[in-house]
Structures are given as structure tokens and as C-alpha cells.
């Protein structure tokens, strides 16, 4: 069974996230920068997949300049080859993100590609479903407990719907997941082993093309503005109702 | 009058074919001896390369400490003078007897037979040597006889061999015991033995007059006399009492090795080698690394030689047992067992002829784990995290074994394989990332500092006397930044030139390195290194005992070497100085609690007491104080873990033991940890209304006159009452 997963970097959000001089993206000089979650998830279940049916896991990561921190740790964790893909300055959107990938998953073989369902700086989860369509393969998203079937040919994978309602779905393979999360909490990568990567482990690079074009331009980026405050209402029902219908009354919502 | 009659017939009625088989007997039994410590030597040979010498003057110097120690038996009167007053009794007895039977040796069969004109076993000699052996047999057996009496009556919780891990079902120790009654019981019947033989003789040979030096026999002799053995009777009965007598001696001497007696020759050897530095100063990951890669303390085959020896010291005395605030907290850690278990398995994995009575017993051979690894395996991944590193076992341990390395050295182990707990490796991730183990934005370390007054100097920038490094609880606990922006205040108020690396700093890696994740410690120490060796300062503080073990003892060797001193040392020398006055003497009874970083870590335990007398406090100390203290549960990494599993958190059982003491309204700490370990524990515990948990500084500003004293706390004060109003209306 040979897994790919693609994985990239997130802002860490124990940062007080700032907007740049152009207002249109994150001050990104200072940023650090950790695996998207969703990411770790699906490195996780590859991981599991292969002490399960054999093979090998292969990481692929976009190459933005921190690839060799977030690929060093994949290897660490027990990924069999980490490989950066084409040369970008920062992140791209998820139509360039897509087609780099599925250039170089052209080069490397793969029974089953996964990958987080989303990340949070972007939201659109799209980049599982496009990889698909460049490789015309199957796709599932928002999944949980990946099970390879007999002879590799399929598997069955979980998708959890409101209210508490799981669908069992069989997808053929090749095929291409978005994971939710994984069985397990994602394992730890020990930072001894992760600075030996960084300087010895050798990794490849396949070349893709930098453009891809989702056609959508972010016009204009905001922090929320922050409110004056919630009053809180506290002491028994009878003072709160009462204290309640004065502010009503005091914006002129009440008459009477 | 003291001419050559004055001396016993060596052998005396022993036929030479007698004498022949005693030889032969004898250089059995002293073969056995050999062939028993080479084969404890093949086994530390068979341990991982291990420097212990460094440079030779240290290493002597360290060595003659260790010696003394051991002839001395300090380590052994500390905290049980009976028992340090007996065991001493044992030994010297033991020892002054061997010897004499020594030197008799060398009278009777070197110079004996090579040079007899200078045969000395007669006169003045012999007098001196009758007495000087018979008063230490005596010795010897009151010593032994003490031992018994408290081992079987005592009832010494450290003499318990039950385990905190195992169930007492899948526990069978009795083989233990059985052994230790055999070292014991032998060593008194060859003790009473020799007297009895030694009576026989006098009133056989009709009490020559010289014999009056040797009074134990003499007496005995009389007492047999009476009896009607004297004179020429039963010749027999004595030959028969020398041999059973030889026979237990020679016995004895083969046993050693593979016994419980062996702690009279490993031992002194162990103290000897002992590191000043053990548990202070981690060693770094071998340079080498086993052919599978694996890192950390996995295998038998990664203890080093030193290690071995330290398992094969342990004579199952118990004070680390009753020292360890795991085990009395119900985790499921002993570092006995953690010994023992070791012990056990080097023995049986190995073929070694294991002590008698050690074999086959609980987990060790128990559940099938024989021959596989050994952490996460052998010694499971709860006991190797239930440990605080707090140091207490390597402090009580009377023979320097050194346990903290080495449950350190096996959770290096568990991080390689990645057996952690997820609060853990949040904390681990949280302090890769953002250099604190809180999840809190780096760039916001020095965020405690915007409610003082007047500004902390930014050492980057400015050359500055005192670099403060803070560390991550000063920083960012919100109960601890209050107490960090006093000591801030106090130091201006003492006009101190200081400044802080504001967000240049990380988390010092005290606690990193002990949870075993190296890589994450080098990278946090190179980080600190690298932004103090830009600063320009004369000398480092901090409140963190942890920080100041780190940076005391383990940056030299990373290329970062100052003077660090604990804020405790640094406020009574500005005290001493006069840079700092009590206004308000504070004229009420705290008690104090030892930290385990700065008490048994730093050796620092009388600064923070003079501060306390400085500001007119009167203390009132804890039955455990000083290097005796008791762990608050925190270090290790501790902190950063789970501890809802505890029967009874070691915090808790900390408060208790202070709110027993009369009239003690304060718990005076000097740790960031501490004080919200404590503070914790307080409210666990419902003392609320019975204790205050302070930091030190916290009462230096209130008697400097900085800051207003909170009301004590008391059934009347409004504290309490204030207490009581929020635990009616929560």
C-alpha cells in the first residue's frame, strides 16, 4: 500500500495575528507557523495504515521555505520519504496548491492519497477534491476510520452527519480522502530526532507549476473590532428581570 | 611476664589431615568468593561505557569523600541515627574481626613459615589483640542484635516490602526477608560462635592469667567450667564447636558475592564513585547511537556499567521509598522497586547468579516481559511519569545510587517512542513553538510587566548589573505575575541595576530535559544561550529553582556559564547591604517550604530563612524541612501532566503537615511552581481559612513597607469570613 499525504504549514494561533501594510494578508515576517491539524490527522491514520497493511508513507509539502521543518517531522514521526514540491514564495490558493500536487503525484505512486479536510487559513477544502479532479480520482471528504479492503482494491471509510448519524461509504482505490481526524491523537515528533532530519535526511523535489489560478482575489482583510463589553447580570431572577427591562427601556425598546 | 607463653596454640588438637582439609576447605570457599565478583564484574563490563573518573584530582578527592562516608556511616546516621549507630556497631565489628582473623593469617601461614623468628602472635601483641577482638565481637553483636529488634518490632514503614504498582496478590517478597534474616542471623551465630569457642579454650586450658583480656571469653569460660567443661573434658565438644565455627566463617566469606552481603564490598565502591552532580546535571545523549537508532535509556544493554553497579548497592533500606512523594501519593512508582525490578532483570537476563532469595519474584519475571525492553516495558511509561524528579530518593539513598538519571535517561525512551500523554505533548509542542509551556504567544512574555510603574530595563538593549530571567510561571501564571511585579518593585526599590530579556527569553528547559526530551532542551538552552551571550550583565537572577538548577549546572557545559544566584540570596545580600530595610516588622509565625530545586538541587536553604528573619517573621519549620523537604508534585514536568489519578496529591499532603503546626498563619514559599501548586492545594483542601500560601517576596513587600498586608487568616478575620461567604454562595 503506498500513502501520499499532502500537508502544509498554518499560523500559529497562540500569535496576536496582524494584518500587512497591502490589508490584504497576515504580517507574515514574524509568524510562526505550525502543521495544520487536519494535516496531522491524516499523517496519523497513513501512519496507522501502513503498521496495518505494510508499505510506505510518503510526505509531500509544498515548497514555501519551511518545508524542511514540517517535512524533517513527518519524517521523524516515521514517514518513509518526504518530498517538497515546485518553489512558492508563500502559501498559495488551493486551485495552484491542487495542480502542484497532482503534477508531482504524478511522479510519485500512490494507492491512496490523504490529506487534511481544510485548514484554517483558508477555510474552502478544496484542495483533496481538485487533487481528485487533476487525477481523476475518487474523493471522499470529512472521513474518519479509514479500513483498506481485502487486496488493496478499496476502502471504507466513515463520514459522521448531524445528529450523531455515521454513514459507512466504500471508495475504490486510488482514491483521494479528506480527513477529519484521526483514531488516534497524533503521535510526537522528538525534537532530537527532528533537528538529526533537518540536517541529515535527504529529500526530494519535484518540480510543478506555480500558477493554477482560483480566479478569487482577497480584496480586503480584517480583525474583528472589539466590543465595549457584555454587562452581566447576576443576584436572583426577580433582580435580573429587573435590571433587564430597564436596559430595554434605556434604548428605548420598551415603551411604557 | 608478657614473654612467648603468652599466646594460644593456633589449631590447637587438629590433626594435620585436619588442618589439611581445612586449607583446602578455605581456599574453596575463597575461590567461590573470586569466581562470585567476576562474575558481578562481567556484568559491569557488560554495561555501556560510562567516564566517572573525569579528571583524576576530582575524581579522588570525590572518591575519599565517598570512603569517609562510608566509614563514617553519615549516609546511613542521616535522618535514623539508630540505625546509623548499629549499622556502624555491624560493620566495625565485622570489619576490626576480619581483620584480626587477617592478621593471624599472615603470622601463622606467611611469616609463619617464611620468616618464624619474627612469629608476633604472643606478649603484649597478643593482649592487645585479645582485647581489641573481643571487645568488638561484643560490639558487633549488640549492633546486630539491635538490628533484629528493629526489624521485627520496629514496624518501619521503609522495612515494607509491599509494592505501590502491584497488586499484594502478585506480590512474593518473603524471599526478601528470608534473606535479609539469613545475612543477619549468620553474621550473629558466627559472632556468639567465636566466643563460644573462645570460652571453651580459656576453660580448657585453665584460665591462663593473660586470658583476663580477653573478658567476654573469659567470663563465657568460667560459666563452662561451671557446667563441668574444663580441664581436660571433651576435647571432642571443642573440636567439633572449631569446626562448626570455621565452617560458618568459610561459608560465610563464599556467600558474600552472591548475597545481600555483597553491600560490604559494592558500597563503598558505589559512594566512592558517586557524582556531587548526579540528578543536577543530566548526561547528554550518548554521541553514539545504538545500531537501530534508538535514543534514550531503552534496553538492558543502554545502562552503563555505573548504573549496574548502583542496582547491585541497594540493600532494600526503603528511605527513597518513604522519600518519594510518588509513592506515598499512591502513583505507581517506588524508586526501590524501580531498583529492585532492575536488579532483577539485569540478573536474570544476563545469567547472573542472582542474590539468594531474589529470584523469581513479582513483575520482573512475572509477566512475560523477561528479555524485552525495559522502558515502557519492564518499568511501565506510568511509573517512569509518576516520577516528580525531585530528587529526595538520590538525597536519602545511603549508597549513592543515583535513580533520577536513570528514570530520566528512560523517559528519553518513551519520548522516542512516543509514549507520552497528550497534555504533555501539548506542553511540548506549545514550548517548541512559542518557548512556554502555557500556549501563550512568545512576543507577550513580558506582558506582566505593563502594570509596574516604572519600566524594566530590556537587557538586549541596555548593560545592565543583574540579568533577571524570569522563566515561564513568573511570566505568564496569572497568580504568580502579581508576586513577579513585587520582586520587580522590590528590586527597584532597592535601586538594583536590572533588566530582563523581555520576549528574547524561553523557557530555561529545566523541566524539558527531565520530562527526556533532550532535542527540545538543547534547542531551548541554545536559544537562552545565544540571546544572554548578547546581553552585556555581571551576574544572573531568577525566582525559579528549576531555572537556577538549569543554569547553574547544565548551561556551563553548553558554552553558557554565569553566576546565577536565587532571588532568596539575592535579598538577604541586599538586606545585609541595607538597600533594603523592614519598615514593618511582620511579627507573625509562617513556616517555610523548602523547594526541591533550591533545597536538595542548589544547597539553598538558609537564604530564604534569613529573609524571613530579616523581615521579622517567626518561623516555625515543618517536621520534613530543608533537604529533607517534600516534593509540591510539580517537577519533572509533572506539571505539565495529569494528576487526577493520585490518592492524595503530594501538595495536599504538604498543606496538612503545615496546618498542623500551632499558630502558623503563612505557607512561605520561594518558587513560582509552588505557589500555585500550593495555593491549589490549600483550596483542595478546604484550609483556606487556615493557611495563606505566599511567595517570599510577597512578605519581603509588605515589611519593606511596598505593599499592603492582606488580612491574616484566622476563624475571625475577614478572610476567612470572606471564604466562607463565597463557598455558601458558590
Known amino acids: 500500500m503506498e500513502l501520499a499525504v499532502l500537508l502544509k504549514q498554518v499560523p500559529d494561533l497562540a500569535e496576536e495575528l496582524e494584518i500587512d501594510a497591502s490589508g490584504t494578508d497576515l504580517e507574515r515576517e514574524w509568524m510562526t507557523l505550525v502543521t495544520n491539524e487536519f494535516d496531522d490527522y491524516a499523517l496519523e491514520e497513513a501512519l496507522q495504515l501502513r503498521d496495518e497493511a505494510g508499505g510506505s508513507v510518503t510526505c509531500l509539502a509544498l515548497d514555501t521555505g519551511s518545508a524542511d521543518e514540517l517535512l524533517a517531522t513527518c519524517l521523524a514521526k516515521g514517514a518513509d520519504r518526504a518530498i517538497k514540491v515546485g518553489s512558492f514564495e508563500r502559501q498559495p490558493d488551493s486551485h495552484t496548491a491542487a495542480r502542484a500536487f497532482a503534477t508531482a503525484l504524478g511522479r510519485v505512486p500512490h494507492d491512496l492519497v490523504l490529506t487534511g479536510v481544510q485548514a484554517i487559513d483558508d477555510l474552502d477544502g478544496q484542495v483533496g477534491p481538485l487533487v481528485a479532479a487533476e487525477l481523476d480520482l475518487p474523493h471522499v471528504s470529512v472521513v474518519t476510520h479509514i479500513a483498506i479492503g481485502p487486496g488493496g482494491r478499496a476502502a471504507t471509510v466513515n463520514q459522521e452527519y448531524a445528529g450523531g448519524v455515521v454513514a459507512e461509504l466504500e471508495v475504490d482505490l486510488p482514491a483521494v480522502l479528506g480527513v477529519q481526524t484521526s483514531r488516534v491523537t497524533p503521535r510526537y515528533a522528538p525534537v532530537s530526532r527532528v533537528r538529526q532530519l533537518m540536517k541529515t535526511a535527504e529529500m526530494g523535489h519535484v518540480e510543478a507549476p506555480t500558477d493554477g489560478g482560483s480566479g478569487l482575489v482577497v480584496e480586503a482583510m480584517a480583525l474583528p473590532q472589539t466590543g465595549a463589553g457584555a454587562e452581566m447580570l447576576g443576584g436572583g431572577a426577580d433582580a435580573v428581570a429587573d435590571r433587564l427591562v430597564a436596559i430595554l427601556r434605556e434604548r428605548g425598546l420598551l415603551k411604557a | 611476664m608478657l614473654d612467648r607463653s603468652v599466646t594460644r596454640i593456633v589449631f590447637e588438637g587438629l590433626s594435620p589431615e585436619g588442618e589439611l582439609l581445612f586449607y583446602v576447605l578455605a581456599t574453596l570457599s575463597i575461590g567461590v568468593f573470586f569466581a562470585g565478583l567476576a562474575i558481578k564484574l562481567r556484568k559491569y563490563l557488560r554495561g555501556r561505557r560510562e567516564d566517572r573518573i573525569g579528571s583524576w584530582r576530582g575524581f579522588l578527592a570525590g572518591a575519599l569523600r565517598g570512603l569517609g562516608a562510608a566509614a563514617a556511616n553519615t549516609t546511613v546516621r542521616k535522618r535514623d541515627p539508630f540505625a546509623g549507630l548499629f549499622h556502624a556497631a555491624v560493620m566495625w565489628g565485622f570489619v576490626v574481626l576480619f581483620i584480626g582473623t587477617a592478621i593471624l593469617t599472615i603470622d601463622t601461614d606467611i611469616v609463619g613459615i617464611v620468616a618464624p623468628q619474627y612469629h608476633f602472635f604472643w606478649g603484649a601483641f597478643y593482649v592487645v589483640y585479645s582485647f581489641v577482638l573481643d571487645a568488638l565481637g561484643v560490639v558487633m553483636i549488640v549492633g546486630l542484635a539491635a538490628m533484629a529488634y528493629r526489624r521485627a518490632r520496629m514496624k518501619k514503614p521503609q522495612l515494607d516490602y509491599g509494592r505501590v504498582d502491584l497488586a499484594e496478590a502478585s506480590t512474593d517478597r518473603r524471599g526478601f526477608l528470608r534473606g535479609d534474616r539469613l545475612f543477619l542471623g549468620w553474621l550473629l551465630v558466627l559472632g556468639v560462635t567465636g566466643y563460644i569457642v573462645e570460652g571453651v579454650r580459656i576453660a580448657q586450658d585453665d584460665f591462663p592469667w593473660f586470658e583476663v583480656f580477653a573478658p567476654v571469653g573469659y567470663v563465657l569460660g568460667r560459666a563452662f567450667a561451671a557446667l563441668g567443661v574444663g580441664g581436660g573434658t571433651a576435647p571432642e565438644l571443642r573440636l567439633a564447636l572449631w569446626w562448626g565455627h570455621a565452617l560458618l566463617a568459610l561459608g560465610f566469606v563464599a556467600y558474600i558475592p552472591f548475597s545481600k552481603a555483597f553491600h560490604m564490598l559494592g558500597d563503598p565502591v558505589n559512594l566512592a564513585l558517586r557524582s556531587p552532580l548526579a540528578g543536577r546535571r543530566l548526561p547528554v545523549l550518548p554521541a553514539v547511537a545504538p545500531a537501530d537508532g534508538h535514543l534514550g535509556l531503552r534496553d538492558l544493554a543502554d545502562f552503563s556499567w555505573k548504573q549496574l553497579l548502583d542496582f547491585d548497592s541497594c540493600t532494600k533500606c526503603g528511605r527513597c521509598h518513604v522519600a518519594c512523594p510518588a509513592a506515598a501519593s499512591g502513583a505507581p512508582l517506588s524508586p526501590r522497586d524501580l531498583v529492585l525490578d532492575l536488579r532483577q532483570q539485569a540478573d536474570a537476563a544476563w545469567a547472573v547468579l542472582a542474590p539468594g532469595h531474589e529470584r523469581r519474584s513479582d513483575r520482573a519475571y512475572g509477566n512475560g516481559r523477561t528479555g524485552g525492553q525495559v522502558a515502557g516495558g519492564l518499568i511501565g511509561p506510568r511509573t517512569l511519569w509518576s516520577c516528580t524528579t525531585c530528587l529526595a530518593c538520590v538525597e536519602a539513598c545511603p549508597v549513592g545510587i543515583e535513580h533520577v538519571p536513570a528514570i530520566v535517561g528512560m523517559r528519553r525512551s518513551l519520548i522516542d517512542q512516543g509514549e507520552l500523554e497528550p497534555m504533555l505533548q501539548t506542553a511540548l509542542t506549545n514550548l517548541a513553538k512559542q518557548g512556554n509551556s502555557f500556549g501563550q504567544s512568545g512576543r507577550t512574555r513580558a506582558k506582566w510587566t505593563e502594570g509596574l510603574a516604572t519600566p524594566v530595563t530590556d537587557a538586549r538593549r541596555e548593560p545592565v548589573d543583574w540579568l533577571w530571567f524570569v522563566g515561564d510561571f513568573a511570566s505568564f501564571d496569572a497568580r504568580v505575575q502579581g508576586a513577579t511585579r513585587l520582586v520587580a518593585r522590590v528590586f527597584q526599590d532597592a ?74 540570596e539575592l535579598l538577604i545580600w541586599l538586606f545585609r547591604e ?28 538558609q537564604a530564604p530563612r534569613e529573609v524571613l528573619e530579616a523581615i521579622g517573621a517567626e518561623l516555625v519549620e515543618m517536621p520534613r524541612n530543608r533537604a529533607n523537604t517534600f516534593c509540591c508534585g510539580a517537577g519533572g514536568g509533572r506539571i505539565w501532566m495529569d494528576d487526577s489519578m493520585l490518592r492524595e496529591r503530594p501538595s495536599e499532603q504538604r498543606v496538612r503537615e503545615a496546618a498542623a503546626l500551632e499558630g502558623v498563619t503563612d505557607f512561605v514559599t520561594a518558587c513560582p511552581k509552588d505557589l500555585t501548586m500550593y495555593s491549589a492545594a490549600v483550596k483542595a483542601t478546604g484550609l483556606e481559612g487556615r493557611l495563606v500560601v505566599r511567595d517570599l517576596i510577597e512578605l519581603v513587600a509588605v515589611a519593606t513597607g511596598l505593599a499592603i498586608d492582606e488580612p491574616e487568616p484566622g476563624p475571625e478575620s475577614p478572610a476567612a469570613a470572606a471564604a466562607a461567604a463565597g463557598a455558601t454562595a458558590g
Open chain 2, 495 to 568: 535601586a538594583l541595576d536590572f533588566g530582563i530579556l523581555h520576549e528574547g527569553e524561553r523557557n530555561a528547559g529545566n523541566d524539558v530535559r527531565r520530562v527526556g526530551e533532550e532535542g527540545l532542551f538543547e534547542m531551548l538552552a541554545e536559544h537562552n544561550i545565544g540571546q544572554l551571550s548578547k546581553a552585556t550583565f555581571r551576574r544572573v537572577v531568577t525566582t525559579d529553582p528549576h531555572t537556577l538548577n538549569t543554569m547553574r549546572f547544565e548551561y556551563p557545559a553548553l558554552g553558557g556559564d554565569w553566576s546565577v544566584w536565587h532571588y532568596s
Open chain 2, 578 to 605: 541595607g538597600r533594603l530595610r523592614t519598615e514593618r516588622p511582620l511579627g507573625r509565625r509562617v513556616t517555610y517550604h523548602d523547594p526541591c530545586y533550591l533545597a536538595r538541587y542548589s544547597k539553598v536553604t
